[in-house]
């Protein structure tokens, strides 16, 4: 077995009174897709932030499988470390594409930007791959020196996941990717989704409502609750058999097409 | 020692009970005490009426399902694994190397082509994708699947050219283990004989097969043995 790469322990988060996530357990192997479902409230995006670095933990521990140092507790890093960490082996889809991109620079320049931050230095070669990258997400190259201000919602969000992978991070956080977004749009970002996942090995925690989006999406599915997780397992199997009374509404609830 | 080295799947002791938490906590006993082994080369036949839990048991043994009690051992790699207590990634690289199912539906992705959804699983191990083509388009053929098809999703295919696909797509890999599940439900007549004599293909290259096959002409081609899970329910 590979060396874990992300591993959340009792993590719990609090906001004054009020409960945010509670004693969180997980493991996250290079590779594997994680899918964190929940109804709204439940903790899912406090969890998400929590473990990826934007937001600091009530309690409890984040560790991550850093190139030279091993696993090492996130928090603890210094802050030069966390942001090239950052900029390098992670990446953040928000769910909402402006909240992770910069709407004053162009297409292009908000994928060379993270191309940049590495070190890069050759404009020719930025622009290629920054090329090559809005190919990748479907985007025609005569808007590689639009400003994303001007793109539809679909776009914004292809754009977004370019600007994340192409620095080929190891571990992606999605939060919502294809929430407000029609549903063929939404189709064929997941297609691009899975597709650039499984071509490029990269490890993937989506949260999502969407029990559809995990199926197609996720090796193995978190449920959250009340700020719990009350059932995890592999994908098929939870939403096939679910165990805990509120999976087992929660699929229950789906209406069929 | 030799009968030892051929069994590819022990199933012991297996139950299964669904609890409806939120209809009244009411408790569905689906089966107890299944115990059988399948040898490299057989088919298993799971018979019983309709609503025995055929399914269930088959899709238990794939994991989908989780059973209360017994063990799931498979021969994976040469190693024995129990299913039941297995955790996920043991699970899913069981799954990618050893064990196959065919459902009974076909579950389309958008937007992917009958041919990538076919070459998948190859792709998946790291095979090339030329390749994986040439045998993905040799499978289509033997199962009359019409080239022009092929580039299609196959959301808007007929329910015997979507199961075909969905054949397709697990035999495509040469998988020690497979489970079956109705795979020649709604075929023609030309059809389910293409698939019966896939199917044969690959037991007698010594792939162990547990099956559901309702028809009887299917049952008396592929199986080899018979398990009874109705009887196998009393007698327990």
Partial sequence: ?257 | MEKIKDDMLRISNLAKTFLLHNQGAKKLPVFQNISFQVKAGECLVLTGASGTGKSTLLRAIYANYLVQSGTINIRHENKWVDLASASPHEVLDIRKKTLGYVSQFLRVIPRISTIDLVCEPLIVQGKLIKQAKAQAKKLLNKLSIPESLWDLPPATFSGGEQQRVNIARTLIQDYPILLLDEPTASLDENNRDAVIELINEARNQGTAIVGIFHDKYVRERIGTEVFNVELQKKAA
């Avoid at chain 1, 984040?62 to 090239?84: M, Q, W």
């Avoid at chain 1, 996941?161 to 977004?181: C, H, Q, W």
């Fill in chain 1, 1 to 257: 077995m590979t060396n874990v790469l992300l591993s959340a322990k009792n993590l719990s988060h609090h906001y004054g009174s009020q409960v945010g996530c509670i004693d969180i357990n997980f493991d996250i192997y290079p590779g594997e897709v994680l899918g964190v479902v929940g109804e709204s409230g439940s903790g899912k995006t406090t969890l998400l932030k929590n473990i990826s670095g934007l937001l600091q933990p009530s309690s409890g521990s984040v560790k991550f499988d850093t190139r030279v140092d091993g696993l090492k507790d996130i928090y603890l890093l210094s802050e030069p470390e966390r942001r090239l960490l950052m900029r390098t082996d992670w990446g953040i889809v928000f769910q909402n594409a402006r909240d992770g991109l910069r709407m004053n620079v162009s297409a292009g320049a908000n994928v060379g930007e993270r191309l940049m931050a590495i070190g890069a230095r050759n404009y020719g070669d930025i622009r290629n791959e920054a090329t090559d990258w809005l190919q990748n997400v479907e985007i025609g190259l005569e808007r590689i020196d639009h400003y994303p201000e001007t793109f539809s919602g679909g776009m914004l969000q292809r754009l977004q996941i370019a600007r994340n992978l192409v620095t080929k991070p190891r571990l992606v956080f999605m939060d919502e990717p294809t929430s407000g977004l029609d549903v063929s749009v939404q189709a064929r970002l997941l297609d691009l989704i899975r597709g650039l996942v499984s071509q490029l090995g990269i490890a993937c925690i989506i949260v999502s409502h969407d029990l559809g989006v995990m199926r197609l999406l996720s090796n193995r599915l978190i449920v959250m609750h009340q700020g719990r997780v009350v059932e995890q397992g592999l994908t098929d199997q939870v939403l096939d058999d679910p165990q805990h009374p509120y999976t087992q509404l929660l699929v229950s609830s789906i209406l069929p097409v």
